[in-house]
């Protein structure tokens, strides 16, 4: 059994090609490396370069690696950004999975693990996000993961094809030092480059109807997130059924202000946040249940909001 992870040089992708190598799985790369590195693939991990866009590629990479499933993590991700980037973003996120299923299809391969996204629900109206909160994404980017679940549902009416999505909410941490976040819009880099270069980090308004006042979020282990997607790879493997999609949540919400606690504790750079004005659009807090992934999916919180800190700074100190 071989699965071609789209995205593997990335943050998340390469995590997850860890993770199919520890429980004996093979595992391809395939990533046009603008976002990831080639360096975050080992070097027995078969590589190829190239865009899920180029569905000529895919195919043979497909057929070449006698590949029985897909692990679709390639994509643009930020979601900011993709409001100034409608265009390119569902480019890459829709038109490129449409290329992928494609390709699938022509290498009669039948099974793939989607990489799915809170920002589906936009701002919810409710404490605890399940899998029956109403979607209602509010940027480009939210927009193009549902319709990329939309691609797969279609897709499995008219063919065979075995699917499930797996929304994320915040990812962090590390699971291996080599492996480090390094997005420029992400909390933990942010705060993390900005101590390592002797800057003070900031907290985007302490005015929410929140305990201390600062955002509530859901804040995930990437290592945790990839032994899910191993599941739910097997799973589809084995021919379980799987829901549709999975929120992969902690159920608990830790504060901005929290975070930037556990940051000083876990680097030992004692520091006072600036306060600066709310962003617009910010929601007072998110936070998902992950009880049918726990049930279906051995999905775990294994590690504490103070070892997703250590480890974040331990890959951020080795990078």
């Keep these: 059994m071989t699965w071609l992870v789209t995205g593997g040089a990335g943050y998340i992708g390469s995590h997850v090609v860890r993770a199919f190598g520890q429980v004996g799985i093979g595992a391809v790369v395939l990533d046009d490396l603008s976002s990831g590195h080639r360096g975050f693939v080992p070097d027995d991990v078969p590589f190829v370069q190239g865009s899920i866009l180029d569905t000529d590629l895919v195919t043979a990479a497909l057929r070449e690696h006698d590949v029985t499933g897909v692990v679709h993590l390639a994509g643009f991700k930020y979601a900011g950004v993709s409001v100034q980037r409608p265009l390119h973003t569902y480019e890459q996120n829709v038109t490129g999975t449409a290329h992928l299923l494609e390709a699938m299809a022509a290498a009669d391969v039948r099974r793939i693990v989607f990489s799915s996204s809170a920002a589906v629900y936009g701002t919810p109206d409710v404490d605890l996000v399940t899998e029956d909160t109403p979607t209602a994404p509010e940027s480009p980017y939210g927009e193009s993961k549902l319709i990329g679940e939309w691609l797969l549902r279609d897709q499995a009416r008219a063919t065979d094809l075995a699917h499930t999505s797996l929304r994320y909410f915040n990812v962090v941490g590390s699971g291996t030092p080599e492996l480090s976040d390094t997005s420029p819009h992400n909390l933990f880099p942010l705060v993390l480059d900005a101590l390592a270069e002797g800057r003070t ?119």
């Design 201 to 319: 980090p900031r907290i985007n308004g302490d005015d929410y109807d929140t305990p201390d006042g600062t955002c509530v979020r859901d804040y995930v282990h990437v290592a945790d997130l990839a032994t899910s997607h191993v599941a739910a790879a097997r799973a589809l493997a084995e021919g379980r059924e799987l829901q549709r999609v999975y929120n992969l949540g902690s159920g608990d919400g830790v504060s901005v202000r929290e975070i930037m606690t556990a940051m000083a504790q876990g680097t030992g750079i004692p520091f006072e946040p600036e306060v600066a004005p709310r962003r617009p659009g910010d929601p007072d807090r998110i936070v998902a249940s992950g009880r049918a992934a726990a049930r279906d999916l051995d999905w775990v919180m294994r590690h504490t909001l103070t070892e997703m800190v250590a480890s974040a700074w331990e890959a951020r100190q080795a990078r």
